[in-house]
């Protein structure tokens, strides 16, 4: 199994940025994709953007398209999720996760092929 620690979270105004990271430890760093997923209170867990490391491709849920990037480093240990233009509504804790299945461009976001999950971090965007 591997590790994961994500950070970066914190208070945000309406409008402003946050980068989150996740940091990937483990005996082999063996995963085909990494992705971010967000839950609000009372909501369910839902998937905001995916790193197919195999396809060398991104996906983004609509509600964040042109506002997120996912990143990683130059080796597989961290990954970043850059947040503009952040909305109220981006408001939850953010957890990162790693699949060793490869990622299915149609449904990046199933949570039950994503095997280790970080304890998340918390986003709040509030004026």
């Known amino acids: 199994h591997l590790q994961l620690v994500e950070s970066g979270g914190g208070l945000a105004q309406p409008g402003g940025s946050l980068r989150l990271s996740c940091a990937v430890s483990g005996y082999t760093l063996d995963y085909n994709g990494i992705a971010w997923f967000r839950q609000a209170p009372g909501k369910d867990r839902e998937g905001v953007s995916c790193?197919?490391?195999?396809?060398?491709?991104?996906y983004y849920a609509d509600s964040v398209k042109g506002r997120f990037t996912i990143s990683r480093g130059n080796t597989k240990t961290t990954v970043f999720l850059q947040m503009n233009d952040l909305k109220p509504e981006d408001t939850g804790v953010y957890y990162c996760?790693?699949?060793?299945?490869?990622?299915?461009?149609?449904?990046?976001?199933?949570?039950?092929?994503?095997?280790?999950w970080g304890q998340g971090t918390q986003v709040t965007v509030s004026s």
């Open positions: 996760a790693t699949s060793l299945t490869h990622i299915v461009p149609s449904h990046p976001f199933v949570p039950l092929i994503y095997d280790d």
């Open positions: 790193l197919s490391i195999t396809e060398n491709s991104t």
